[in-house]
């Protein structure tokens, strides 16, 4: 699937309830290649501490079969203190 068109699904609710299913933590989404495959894209979900069972391997996305990586490496941003 070309970039481009990547780029334009990813940004769709019914993609993220589709890939996160009952997940109710903090995610990040995004896109990136294949390790094995350069040139062929892949999305990246990253969560906090959940079983990559829990999330689908692919999606079909405009009928191509787009595959899903899961890292775990995922934290929360913390807010910068501020003093006034």
């Not at 970039?3 to 309830?17: G, S």
């Not at 933590?25 to 290649?33: C, D, E, F, N, V």
């Not at 495959?37 to 892949?42: C, E, I, L, S, Y």
């Amino acid at each position: 699937m070309e970039l481009r068109v990547l780029a334009q699904l990813i940004t769709a609710p019914e993609l993220h309830r589709q890939l996160l299913g009952h997940y109710k933590g903090a995610y990040s989404l995004g896109i990136g290649q294949l390790p094995k495959h350069p040139g062929k894209h892949a999305l990246i979900l990253s969560v906090v501490d959940e079983p990559s069972e829990s999330f689908p391997k692919y999606v079909v996305l405009n009928g191509e079969k787009v595959p899903v990586l899961i890292e775990h490496d995922f934290s929360v941003a913390k807010p910068l203190a501020t003093t006034y």
